[in-house]
C-alpha cells in the first residue's frame, strides 16, 4: 500500500517499565491477636476466595498452657479496667484537696499523669477483646480486616500460632496503583499534568490509569529513576498484582507533525528507513531521521517531503525484494 505522509498533532512520551501493586490501604495481614491453635472446626479462606470485611476467616483455640488465649487477655483486660478506675479516684481526690487549698497544683498533675497512662494501657486492650470475639470455650474469632481477596495463606489448620504470626493476606483488587519508573533524565516531566497509557503481557487492551497518585522525591540509587504512582480502576479483575506494564508517560504533544506509519519504517544498523515510489513499480529506500510516536504514527523530521508516496504497508517485503536483488542497493522490486 502507498500513500502520502499525514500531518497530523503527536504527542511526546517517554516510556518506561512499571508494576501493579496493591493501593496501601487495600492491603491488609491478618495475623493471629493471640497464641493459640488454628482451628480445624473452620476451613481457612483459600487464594482467590472473595471475603468481606469483618468476616471470620480463622478460629484460633486456646493453647494447653493456660496462661495464653483469650483468658489472658480478659485477665489483663480486667487488670487494666481496675487500674483505670483506682487512678480516676485518685485524680478526683487529688482535685478535690487542691480546690480546698490542700493539697499541691503538684499532687493533681502527678495524678492526672497517671490516669493518662493507665487510659493508654487499656486502650488496646479494649480493641482487642472488641476485636476478637471469644467463640465459646475461650475460642478466637479472627476477622477479615478489610474486604478483599485473599492473596496468601501462610497458617494450617492445627497448626500452632504465636501473636503476630501472619495467617493469611487479603488485597482489595478492585483498584490498583501502578508504579512507574520515570528514568532521571525525564524527572523535568514529572508534575500534576502527567498522564498515561499502559500494556501488561497477556492483555491486548491498552490501559489508562484514572488519576496521578504521587511523584517521588527521591532517586533510587540503583536504577536512577524516579518512582511515580498512578491510580488504576480494576472493577473487572482483569489486572493482577505484580504484573509488570509497559508504561508510555505524555511529556508534551508537537503540532502538525509530518508523520508515517509505523509500519512504513525500516530498521537497519541502528538507521531508519523508509520506501518511496518515484514513479512507476521501482521503490527508492531513503533515510529519514525520525521524532516522537503516537498511536502507531511517527514523527519525520526529515529525509521526506509531504508530497512524495510512501510504502506504508508492506514495506518489510519490499525490503526483502531489494536484497535479493542483484542490481544495486537503491533500486528493488515491485511488491
Do not use: C
Not at 489448620?157 to 483498584?175: D, F, M, S, W, Y
Not at 497509557?197 to 529513576?225: C, H, I, N, W, Y
Amino acid at each position: 500500500m502507498v500513500t502520502q505522509p499525514v500531518k497530523k498533532d503527536l504527542g511526546s512520551f517517554v516510556t518506561t517499565t512499571g508494576e501493579l501493586v496493591p493501593v496501601s490501604n487495600a492491603e491488609a495481614t491478618v495475623a493471629a491477636p493471640l497464641a493459640g491453635i488454628v482451628s480445624t472446626t473452620k476451613q481457612l479462606p483459600f487464594i482467590g476466595k472473595k471475603v468481606a470485611k469483618g468476616e471470620v476467616v480463622a478460629l484460633i483455640d486456646p493453647p494447653i498452657r493456660p496462661d495464653g488465649g483469650i483468658g489472658q487477655l480478659g485477665a489483663a483486660y480486667a487488670e487494666a479496667k481496675n487500674r483505670v478506675a483506682l487512678a480516676q479516684k485518685e485524680y478526683d481526690r487529688a482535685k478535690r484537696l487542691h480546690d480546698a487549698k490542700i493539697a499541691p497544683l503538684k499532687r493533681v498533675e502527678e495524678a492526672e499523669l497517671a490516669l493518662s497512662s493507665a487510659k493508654s494501657a487499656l486502650e488496646p486492650l479494649e480493641k482487642s477483646m472488641g476485636s476478637v470475639k471469644g467463640e465459646g470455650s475461650g475460642r478466637i474469632a479472627v476477622r477479615a480486616p478489610v474486604s478483599g481477596t485473599v492473596v496468601e495463606v501462610t497458617a494450617g489448620a492445627g497448626k500452632g500460632v504465636e501473636a503476630g504470626q501472619p495467617i493469611l493476606r487479603i488485597v482489595n483488587t478492585g483498584t490498583l496503583w501502578l508504579k512507574a519508573n520515570l528514568p532521571a533524565s525525564e524527572i523535568a516531566t514529572a508534575g500534576k499534568s502527567l498522564n498515561a497509557t499502559f500494556t501488561v503481557a497477556g492483555l491486548t487492551d491498552e490501559f489508562k490509569p484514572s488519576r496521578l497518585v504521587s511523584v517521588g522525591d527521591m532517586l533510587d540509587p540503583q536504577t536512577r529513576t524516579l518512582p511515580v504512582l498512578f491510580e488504576v480502576p480494576n472493577q473487572s479483575g482483569r489486572l493482577k498484582v505484580g504484573l509488570f506494564a509497559n508504561v508510555a508517560i505524555r511529556t508534551g504533544s508537537v503540532a502538525g507533525a509530518l508523520a508515517v506509519p509505523k509500519d512504513a519504517l525500516i530498521e537497519d544498523e541502528a538507521r531508519w528507513f523508509v520506501f518511496i515510489q518515484p514513479s512507476g513499480e521501482a521503490f527508492d529506500r531513503r533515510e529519514v531521521k525520525v521524532g516522537v510516536e503516537d498511536g502507531g504514527f511517527v514523527q519525520i523530521t526529515s529525509g521526506l517531503k509531504g508530497d512524495e508516496r510512501v510504502v506504508t504497508r508492506g514495506a518489510y517485503y519490499v525490503k526483502q525484494a531489494e536484497s535479493a536483488a542483484k542490481g544495486g542497493a537503491d533500486q528493488g522490486h515491485a511488491h
